[in-house]
């Protein structure tokens, strides 16, 4: 019976799987064998052709180096903004936190998609098209982190803040050295949260970065959908080498992500 019980599970892992299977069968093999019927289903031999053809057509190994850099940088500030303003909306009292609370909560329910057209107004004003800057700053401060962050501090003892106080550390000292370590779940979910969506982030780094030697992963790889043609080899390759990074920090990280959502999601 227990065995009977795991198959619909086993069921949903295959088709959940071989999506990322076909991924990287397609990645070995020319485009025009993927367009027969039947397709394959076996890996091929083309994955040293395709990944040249994948470097010689988008700069493969720049555009990473440029993926890389922006999410290591979006990453740290993002998730220190986060647990710096989580600290305070959660420990110090002054005039209009409620109301800072709940605008905050409110800018959570707002689509992307409303934002568009306002903040690349204002990064065209000050003339940062086509700039990291502009990819990176609108979204430093990130609501979801902030409130996560929050909740986590909710939690952490008053009387261990004021004798950090007492013994004379600054409010610094007492953020970095006595409060953050106790929020280390949810700060490690923060981050792994932040990663994931500047990693594979398409619409606006689309939308502020013009020079080819500029791009991202994602906007580069959509530089290879053309209107007559797609190399659909080249752009699995691509979107497989993608992928790596991402697995590897949350498989990394998937305990410390699971359980600081959880404890966010528990303390009032």
Known sequence: MKRLAHLPLAAGAV??????????V?????????????PPFLPGDQLWE????????????????????????????????SAMCGYGLAKFRFRGRGMLLAVLLATMMIPFQVLLVPLFQMMANVGWIDTYQAVLLP???NSFG?????QAFLEFPDELIEAGRLDGCSEA????RIVLPAARPQLAAVVIFTFIS???AFIWPLLMLNSEEKY??????????????????????????????????????????????LGGSVKG
Do not use: C
């Open 216 to 261: 991202t992963i994602p906007v580069a790889l959509s530089r290879m959908i053309g209107q007559s043609h797609v190399d659909y080899s080249g752009l699995m390759l691509g979107a497989f080498i993608a992928t790596l990074p991402i697995m590897a920090v949350f498989l990394a990280f998937q305990k410390q992500f699971v359980s600081g959502l």
């Open 139 to 141: 979204f430093l401060a």
């Open 15 to 24: 088709v959940s799987l071989f999506p990322f299977y076909w991924m990287i």
């Open 50 to 81: 395709n990944l040249r053809r994948l470097e010689d057509t988008v700069g493969f190994t720049r555009v990473t180096v440029n993926t890389v850099g922006l999410t290591v940088v979006y990453t740290a500030l993002s998730s220190l903004i």
């Open 26 to 38: 397609a990645a070995t093999h020319r485009t025009r064998d993927l367009l027969h019927s039947p």
């Open 173 to 176: 000292r007492i953020f970095y």
């Open 146 to 150: 902030i409130f996560l962050m929050r």
């Open 198 to 200: 500047q990693w594979s």
